[in-house]
Structure formats: C-alpha cells, structure tokens
C-alpha cells in the first residue's frame, strides 16, 4: 500500500526552474532509499538523483550536478527536486522512487527503487 505521487512538473523557457515534489504514503522515510529518475521515449530510464532518508548521503548524474538538488522534508514524507538552468535535454518524465537498501547501494548508482510514482512531465523549451 505504499505509494508515491509526483507534482510540480510543467513547460518552462530554457534557463528557468521547476521544483518537483514526490510524497509517500503508506510507510515514513526511515531507512529509506528516496530517487528521481526520467525517461524519454525512445531512450532507457536515467537515474537522476537519489538521497538516503539516514546519512542524508546523496548522488547525482553528472549531466545534472551544479543544476539540480535533492532534499528531504522528513515530517511531511516527501522528498523534492529542485531544477535549476533548465535545458531543452532535460525534456522527460520524471519519476519518483522509494526503496529501503543500506546506503551504500542507495547512492551507488545501482538503485532500483521498490515503489514509483506515476510521473510528471518536465518541458523545457
């Protein structure tokens, strides 16, 4: 029953910004491995960024380091992406995922969350 819902997506001019936001219901974020992923048809799934909910540890692809930051807000169980300098190639569907690994493999670069959100669509024109 757990599940995760995304918002905050929408079409915005290159260079602007976008907030997204993935709440998760059904289980706190403890122990908790938190990611955001996106995918363009036609292309695999991208990891993005993740965080874990217990060292606050965190990794991003290098195609969005500087540019994009994720955080937790542990009280309200959500965990959000800020996009900043956004470009034409950060068009995609983002999504969020939740999974409970050691931290290690969280910020690794290997995680595959246990439960996604639905996703919500990033245009930058």
């Known amino acids: 029953h757990v599940q995760l819902v995304e918002s905050g997506g929408g079409s915005v001019q290159a260079g602007g910004s976008l907030r997204l936001s993935c709440v998760m219901s059904?289980?706190?974020?403890?122990?908790?491995?938190l990611a955001w992923f996106r995918q363009v048809p036609g292309k695999e799934r991208e990891g993005v960024a993740a965080?874990?909910?217990?060292?606050?540890?965190?990794r991003y692809a290098d195609s969005v380091k500087g540019r994009f930051t994720i955080s937790l807000d542990n009280p309200a169980n959500t965990v959000y992406l800020q996009l900043n300098s956004l470009n034409p190639e950060d068009t995609a569907m983002y999504y969020c995922?939740?999974?409970?690994?050691?931290?290690?493999?969280?910020?690794?670069?290997?995680?595959?969350?246990?439960?996604w959100g639905e996703g919500t669509q990033v245009t930058v024109s």
């Open positions: 995922g939740a999974g409970f690994v050691l931290p290690n493999r969280c910020v690794g670069g290997s995680f595959l969350p246990a439960w």
């Open positions: 059904g289980y706190a974020y403890t122990s908790a491995c």
């Open positions: 965080i874990d909910s217990d060292t606050v540890t965190t």
